[in-house]
């Protein structure tokens, strides 16, 4: 029942709309009427207002909130929600889809392809369209195309929740052969900081300054990064300082992340560094202004919960794996779960990620509709 052309061609118009963090309103008004030709009920929050009067970063874009579309069912099945973000990372203006005679489609190689998301985005608007045309049996269906997902989840983070009917959802949002699905995401902490020394010329009086890259060196030096134990791992990111070769440099800034499966773990990763960095900095006598945000936090779906169980059952009658793994990448579903809404993240044909060289296949992405086909009528 799945039109793989309509499929494909969907997908490739949508890859041509500009949709960055911040710069969803093109696609977000596009998705708005596809989801209204389909009979859902669609509104659009005000995270994009709050986004842009909170972050610089927002620019000028006219502002866009998450997506929502209700559809009412058919039967009294439970409601289920399905779920994809609507922004791309860059470089992603003016990208153009190139398919080859084998169904692989990419971009012109100077962009994102946007397969992430707009792969799930394709897979749910094909799935529910069938499901329109064939008057198949379904439960209440809703959907969230939510917006800057790429800046950890800014724009899911701001959902009202008590507003959403499921208890179940399915978010398209994972790299991998179709059929797999991630049921644990971490929590992930972002840090800056600031090590304060002193300003001395660097030739005459050395020793009136107090190195601020020196401390900084040397509390790096002391820190376990990569993998601290099988499910975290620490990493600083980016550091500059200094003003000029002949000065002492009296700052410098230290960018990283903690990630962990294990909330508790990744916050005591936390104080164990911000330890390190206290001491140094009082050994050599300088000072820091530290900063850290909690950006997502841990979940884990059990298997034995309906949410993996309805999808494995799917998967069985799709001829498909069904095999679930953990993440340390994260989503909108991990604000989703802290939510109340218990929800996986299944593959849906993105590959190479957030590089030029992304791709998807026709293939992927006619399996992936006819997941999300399978997920709505399961039951039904």
Sequence with gaps: ?????????????????????????????????????????????????????KLPEYGSAAPTGNLYGYLKGTTGSAPILLSA?????????????????????TSEGDTVLGADD???????????????????????????????????????????????????????DLSGEIGLAATAAPTLLSFAI?????????????????????????????????????ETTVNIGKISGGKQTNIVSDECIVLGEIRSLKDHKALAE??????????????????????????????????????VERFKRVCRSLGLKGSTQYTLGGSDNNHFVKGGIRGIVVACGMN???????????DALEKSALLALGLITEGN
């Design 1 to 53: 029942m799945i039109q793989r052309s309509r499929l494909v061609s969907q997908f490739i118009k949508m890859v041509e709309f500009d949709s960055e963090t911040y710069q969803e309103r093109e696609i977000a008004d596009y998705l708005t009427g596809e989801l209204k030709q389909l009979g859902f009920e669609v509104r659009e929050d005000d995270a994009g207002h709050r986004l842009k009067e």
């Design 85 to 105: 973000h609507m922004d791309t990372v860059k470089p992603g203006k003016g990208k153009r889809a190139v398919q080859d005679e084998k169904g692989k489609i």
């Design 118 to 172: 707009l792969s799930g985005i394709a897979a749910i608007l094909e799935a529910v369209r069938v499901v329109k045309e064939n008057n198949l049996p379904h439960g209440d269906i809703e959907v969230l195309f939510p917006v800057a997902e790429e800046n950890y989840g800014k724009g899911s983070q701001l959902i009202d929740y008590s507003q959403i009917k499921s208890k179940q959802a399915y978010v398209f």
């Design 194 to 230: 600031m090590v304060k020394g002193k300003n001395a010329h660097a030739g005459f009086c050395p020793q009136l300054g107090i190195n601020a890259i020196e401390i900084a060196a040397h509390a790096i030096s002391q820190l376990k990064q990569g993998w601290v134990d099988d």
């Design 270 to 307: 936390w104080n164990r560094l911000k330890e390190i960095f206290e001491g140094n900095a009082a050994g050599y006598g300088g000072g820091l202004e530290i900063s850290v945000e909690k950006q997502i936090e841990a979940y884990e779906i059990s298997d034995s919960e309906e949410v």
């Design 352 to 362: 190479e990620v957030h590089t030029p060289n992304e791709f998807t296949t026709e």
